[in-house]
């Protein structure tokens, strides 16, 4: 599904030069949870932003689904996120004035997906995370689970084949946070592929492989199982 | 999605759409005003007839008189040109009725007068060719004399006397200016003949020349012009205007007047986009994380751009329907204090709702397109 090829992101600050990406390649296949590691400034952000499509690599190539992405333009790039990636961040990232049905309609909106079939997703999405009897509550209305599961339907709706989570539980108590990880490993028996960051070794360790970076570079790859 | 944030921020839409709505009222208001002001002066022009040429004889350069027969000749050398010459003699004579006296204008012509300056009788007649040529004491009245003299009652075959001379009221005009006093209704009207010798005058020293339609005012000028010349001998014996040219002169100094007007409009209406422009930087940027969002989950350039130019053209789109609203309750009470048909017409509302929309448009522009280009990371990382 992924395959990242020789990868590199270096910033230069004044003199200094920092290679948050420094050589890595990388392979997901279709239907994996993999959980990337590390600690703050390992480059599993930089390495999150690149895999979802949100930032573009020093050099090195990066396909999705043998597509070359980093070569396509800002509305190509758009529309693979649009479809391809469902983005589930730590802070949850609803927009505060709309209500929950509508930041979950917001994907399809751009999808150019009609009225009548939008609304048809928005509840089959919010149905899978049973949320369905808060679609007129706007987000400030909700817990903060409450408001990560609205943030998983918005990335189900449009029904892509990957899930990019974000330190997802960052933000959560331990009990909701668990409740968050089952969701995912539900998605991920329904078939979807999942990417989990997370500097948080035991919440990597649910996952079937585990990907560990260190300053820029792959220091293990492990797959459970 | 565009409106949400417009309704959101109620007060600062407001603010923001006041420079438009200011902007927008005084194109509005001037332009009305000025129009209804123009419209009032031509129909004004029109009623007192632009079919005519007013001619002086100054007497300068010449010792030749020109009397009603010399000038007839005009008409009978160019009749599918002129129509008729009326003489125009005004004097002020003392009116009196019964116990009633005042002074008044007094006016002694022909019937031709009554088609060249539209005047005519609402009840009784015109003078007629009749009483031009028996030199009969008729008198056609103004409605303020009717009310001076009369009291109102018909005065139609009662009599008045002119300095002391009798004259016998043969009709009423049709009331042009509200019957006020030394106005066009406060006059009386009575045969030239009689004119000349009421005020013990040998000669006319004023003729009005009616051309056949507004078509040939043009022609008859120059015929006029070419006639008095040759009669007269001298440019300088005569004066000549038409009403027509009062009447360009007045659009001229109009037309200048609502170019500088709307200038000054346009200026604050600049102001008011500049006004839009700047919130909508300030949008741009409390919504920077919004816009990452949105660009996060799919959006693509052109769906961040449409939805800022949207709030933009929305914002000055109702600034501009305010703005017309107020414009035109302002220029018809304006209008109704000045006594003039100030209402907007209808192009004018037109043009300036296309006009604020295409502001929105224009100042919207920049912030859209700077929206639109953020960096999704750095947008995300926006606090």
Same mark, same amino acid.
């Given at each position: 599904?992924?395959?990242?090829?020789?990868?590199?992101?270096?910033?230069?600050?004044?003199?200094?030069?920092?290679?948050?990406?420094?050589?890595?390649?990388?392979?997901?296949?279709?239907?994996?949870?993999?959980?990337?590691?590390?600690?703050?400034?390992?480059?599993?952000?930089?390495?999150?932003?690149?895999?979802?499509?949100?930032?573009?690599?020093?050099?090195?190539?990066?396909?999705?689904?043998?597509?070359?992405?980093?070569?396509?333009?800002?509305?190509?790039?758009?529309?693979?996120?649009?479809?391809?990636?469902?983005?589930?961040?730590?802070?949850?990232?609803?927009?505060?004035?709309?209500?929950?049905?509508?930041?979950?309609?917001?994907?399809?909106?751009?999808?150019?997906?009609?009225?009548?079939?939008?609304?048809?997703?928005?509840?089959?999405?919010?149905?899978?995370?049973?949320?369905?009897?808060?679609?007129?509550?706007?987000?400030?209305?909700?817990?903060?689970?409450?408001?990560?599961?609205?943030?998983?339907?918005?990335?189900?709706?449009?029904?892509?084949?990957?899930?990019?989570?974000?330190?997802?539980?960052?933000?959560?108590?331990?009990?909701?946070?668990?409740?968050?990880?089952?969701?995912?490993?539900?998605?991920?028996?329904?078939?979807?592929?999942?990417?989990?960051?997370?500097?948080?070794?035991?919440?990597?360790?649910?996952?079937?492989?585990?990907?560990?970076?260190?300053?820029?570079?792959?220091?293990?790859?492990?797959?459970?199982? | 999605?565009?409106?949400?944030?417009?309704?959101?921020?109620?007060?600062?839409?407001?603010?923001?759409?006041?420079?438009?709505?200011?902007?927008?009222?005084?194109?509005?208001?001037?332009?009305?005003?000025?129009?209804?002001v123009t419209r009032d002066v031509a129909d004004q022009v029109a009623g007192a007839g632009t079919n005519m040429i007013n001619v002086t004889l100054t007497g300068q350069g010449t010792t030749r008189e020109l009397r009603m027969r010399d000038m007839n000749e005009l008409v009978d050398e160019h009749p599918e040109i002129i129509r008729g010459i009326?003489?125009?003699?005004?004097?002020?004579?003392?009116?009196?009725?019964?116990?009633?006296?005042?002074?008044?204008?007094?006016?002694?012509?022909?019937?031709?007068?009554?088609?060249?300056?539209?005047?005519?009788?609402?009840?009784?007649?015109?003078?007629?060719?009749?009483?031009?040529?028996?030199?009969?004491?008729?008198?056609?009245?103004?409605?303020?004399?009717?009310?001076?003299?009369?009291?109102?009652?018909?005065?139609?075959?009662?009599?008045?006397?002119?300095?002391?001379?009798?004259?016998?009221?043969?009709?009423?005009?049709?009331?042009?200016?509200?019957?006020?006093?030394?106005?066009?209704?406060?006059?009386?009207?009575?045969?030239?003949?009689?004119?000349?010798?009421?005020?013990?005058?040998?000669?006319?020293?004023?003729?009005?020349?009616?051309?056949?339609?507004?078509?040939?005012?043009?022609?008859?000028?120059?015929?006029?012009?070419?006639?008095?010349?040759?009669?007269?001998?001298?440019?300088?014996?005569?004066?000549?205007?038409?009403?027509?040219?009062?009447?360009?002169?007045?659009?001229?100094?109009?037309?200048?007047?609502?170019? =500088?007007? %709307?200038? @000054?409009?346009?200026?604050?209406?600049?102001? +008011?986009? *500049? #006004? !839009?422009? &700047?919130?909508?930087? /300030?949008?741009?940027?409390?919504?920077?994380?919004?816009?990452?969002?949105?660009?996060?989950?799919?959006?693509?350039?052109?769906?961040?751009?449409?939805?800022?130019?949207?709030?933009?053209?929305?914002?000055?789109? =109702?600034? %501009?329907? @305010?703005?017309?609203?107020?414009?035109?309750? +302002?220029? *018809? #009470? !304006?209008? &109704?204090?000045?006594? /003039?048909?100030?209402?907007?017409?209808?192009?004018?509302?037109?043009?300036?709702?296309?006009?604020?929309?295409?502001?929105?448009?224009?100042?919207?522009?920049?912030?859209?397109?700077?929206?639109?280009?953020?960096?999704?990371?750095?947008?995300?990382?926006?606090?």
């Amino acid at each position: 599904m992924i395959k990242i090829k020789n990868m590199y992101k270096i910033y230069t600050m004044g003199d200094n030069e920092v290679r948050a990406l420094d050589g890595i390649s990388l392979d997901i296949e279709h239907h994996e949870f993999t959980a990337i590691v590390g600690q703050s400034g390992s480059g599993k952000s930089t390495l999150m932003n690149m895999i979802g499509c949100l930032d573009t690599p020093t050099s090195g190539e990066y396909y999705i689904d043998g597509k070359e992405v980093s070569k396509l333009r800002d509305d190509q790039q758009a529309a693979i996120r649009n479809e391809k990636i469902g983005f589930i961040f730590q802070q949850y990232n609803l927009l505060p004035k709309l209500n929950v049905l509508e930041n979950v309609e917001l994907p399809l909106i751009y999808m150019g997906i009609p009225y009548k079939k939008r609304m048809e997703m928005c509840r089959e999405a919010l149905e899978q995370v049973s949320m369905t009897d808060r679609m007129d509550h706007k987000p400030s209305e909700l817990s903060g689970g409450q408001q990560q599961r609205v943030a998983i339907a918005r990335a189900l709706a449009t029904k892509p084949p990957m899930i990019l989570a974000d330190e997802p539980t960052g933000a959560l108590d331990s009990k909701t946070g668990k409740e968050v990880l089952e969701t995912l490993k539900n998605l991920h028996k329904d078939g979807k592929t999942i990417v989990l960051i997370t500097h948080d070794n035991d919440i990597a360790a649910q996952a079937e492989r585990v990907v560990r970076l260190a300053d820029g570079v792959i220091v293990s790859d492990t797959k459970s199982n | 999605m565009a409106m949400k944030s417009v309704k959101s921020n109620k007060m600062r839409t407001f603010l923001t759409m006041l420079g438009i709505i200011i902007g927008i009222s005084s194109v509005i208001m001037m332009v009305s005003i000025v129009q209804g002001v123009t419209r009032d002066v031509a129909d004004q022009v029109a009623g007192a007839g632009t079919n005519m040429i007013n001619v002086t004889l100054t007497g300068q350069g010449t010792t030749r008189e020109l009397r009603m027969r010399d000038m007839n000749e005009l008409v009978d050398e160019h009749p599918e040109i002129i129509r008729g010459i009326a003489p125009n003699i005004s004097g002020r004579a003392t009116v009196r009725q019964g116990t009633n006296n005042n002074t008044v204008n007094v006016v002694g012509t022909n019937p031709i007068f009554s088609t060249a300056q539209n005047v005519n009788a609402q009840i009784g007649r015109f003078i007629n060719d009749e009483d031009v040529e028996l030199r009969r004491n008729n008198a056609v009245i103004g409605t303020f004399n009717v009310q001076d003299l009369f009291g109102g009652r018909n005065p139609i075959g009662e009599n008045i006397r002119l300095d002391g001379v009798l004259f016998t009221v043969v009709g009423v005009l049709e009331e042009s200016a509200g019957g006020r006093q030394g106005s066009g209704d406060d006059r009386i009207i009575i045969p030239y003949p009689t004119a000349m010798s009421l005020f013990n005058s040998g000669r006319i020293g004023s003729y009005i020349v009616e051309a056949t339609g507004p078509d040939t005012v043009g022609q008859a000028v120059t015929l006029t012009e070419r006639f008095l010349l040759r009669e007269l001998g001298s440019s300088q014996a005569f004066h000549i205007f038409n009403m027509q040219n009062i009447l360009d002169m007045f659009d001229g100094i109009m037309g200048q007047m609502a170019l =500088m007007l %709307g200038g @000054i409009a346009a200026i604050s209406l600049l102001v +008011g986009g *500049i #006004g !839009i422009m &700047n919130i909508m930087l /300030v949008s741009v940027t409390e919504r920077t994380r919004e816009i990452g969002i949105r660009k996060a989950i799919g959006a693509k350039r052109s769906s961040i751009m449409t939805q800022f130019l949207i709030e933009s053209v929305v914002v000055s789109c =109702m600034g %501009g329907v @305010i703005g017309i609203v107020l414009g035109a309750i +302002g220029a *018809i #009470g !304006i209008g &109704n204090v000045i006594e /003039v048909n100030a209402a907007p017409e209808f192009s004018i509302v037109l043009f300036s709702f296309g006009f604020a929309a295409f502001i929105g448009m224009f100042f919207g522009w920049y912030p859209a397109n700077k929206a639109s280009k953020l960096n999704p990371i750095e947008a995300l990382r926006f606090d």
